[in-house]
């Protein structure tokens, strides 16, 4: 009773946050699990379609890069540059992809997305540059209001990031945002996307389980 309680309250809870990023012109999805959310990306991306993606987790967890890998893609991933040169012709070559794809590190009920970064890559991308820009995020990236997405990028997102990389900042020591100017600061760059534009250039697919951070 209890799993479907909470399954039943997350699937409303995801249904009203897509009616309103379809209000600010983002495609939007709700998906129960990672797996129809997989397989609903998988449906969005055409076969032959260019892609790269930013360093998420949650595209990584529920599958998509290692099906895209797999599948018949033009795949741009920088992790797999022999050298620094390649890594940069990586990065460059993601903003004329067809999709480009990554998670979000909060979102606001009512459709504000809020992104955080250290060297700007994935924001800039974001922002402009590829044709179609594929948001997973789970619902625990979910905030009340935009104010409150912007405390859990900055609160909870980029302190579990910067143990993810081991970076010596305060917040390793603190756990919160010290509004800190570290040399391996990953909050450099925030990005709050109000509306998409063109319409429909960016989709997101909300999932009802925790994915990242």
């Known amino acids: ?50 892609v790269s993606w930013g360093g998420s987790m949650t595209i990584r967890d529920i599958g998509l ?30 903003f004329d992809a067809d999709f480009y794809l990554a998670s979000v590190n909060a979102l606001s009920e009512d459709g504000v997305l809020v992104n955080i970064d250290g060297n700007g890559n994935r924001v800039a ?38 143990h993810r990389f081991d970076h010596k900042t305060p917040c390793m020591t603190t756990g919160t945002c010290e509004n800190c100017l570290s040399p391996d600061c990953i909050c450099n760059q925030i990005l709050i996307t109000r509306n998409a534009s063109p319409k429909g250039r960016i989709k997101v697919i909300l999932v009802g389980e925790e994915l990242g951070f």
């Open 65 to 94: 890069t290692e099906a895209l890998k797999k599948g018949n893609y033009r795949v741009i991933d920088r992790d797999e540059a022999r050298t620094e040169e390649e890594k940069k012709k990586a990065y460059l070559d993601a």
């Open 125 to 162: 991308a974001m922002a402009y540059g590829p044709r179609n820009v594929l948001l997973v995020a789970g619902l625990n990236k979910a905030a009340k209001t935009a104010e409150e997405a912007v405390s859990r990028a900055r609160n909870v997102a980029a302190p579990m990031n910067q």
């Open 1 to 50: 009773m209890g799993n479907s309680a909470r399954e039943a309250c997350n699937e409303q809870k995801g249904r009203t946050i897509v009616r309103n990023l379809e209000r600010r012109h983002f495609d939007a999805w709700y998906c129960a699990t990672k797996e129809e959310a997989c397989s609903l990306a998988l449906k969005l991306i055409p076969e032959g379609a260019s």
